[in-house]
Nanobody, 124 residues
Framework: QVQLIESGGGLVQAGGSLRLSCAVSGMTFASYGMGWFRQAPGKEREFVGALNWIGSVTLYAEAVKGRFTISRDNAKKTVSLQMNSLKPGDTAVYYC?????????????????WGQGTQVTVSS
């Protein structure tokens, strides 16, 4: 059974930082691309960042470029999202997801498995 468990969310003031982590089990983690998505209240889910199976190719949404960094540790089967210079507009539930392929991808339909999400709230 594939499981993705996010952690690290919380409440932070604007300009602050948070680091999200996602622990993965039940799949050959090192063979698949991974991604982070988010969903704010009343809005559709949107892409945040992704990386390929080895972490050599990364993609970011324009809204987070230069502020967020995605990384992975294949030995520990974890993927992380370092979020700096947070803004109130970053408030959302953040989800990690495992791709159906080895590639990085910004299309949610390309992801087969999803975590339960972790809340990030940025106060002004």
């Amino acid at each position: 059974q594939v499981q993705l468990i996010e952690s690290g969310g919380g409440l932070v003031q604007a300009g602050g930082s948070l680091r999200l982590s996602c622990a993965v089990s039940g799949m050959t983690f090192a063979s698949y691309g991974m991604g982070w998505f988010r969903q704010a209240p009343g809005k559709e889910r949107e892409f945040v960042g992704a990386l390929n199976w080895i972490g050599s190719v990364t993609l970011y949404a324009e809204a987070v470029k230069g502020r967020f960094t995605i990384s992975r540790d294949n030995a520990k089967k974890t993927v992380s999202l370092q979020m700096n210079s947070l803004k109130p507009g970053d408030t959302a539930v953040y989800y990690c997801a495992a791709s159906r392929t080895y590639k990085s991808d910004d299309n949610g339909a390309s992801y087969a498995y999803w975590g339960q999400g972790t809340q990030v709230t940025v106060s002004s």
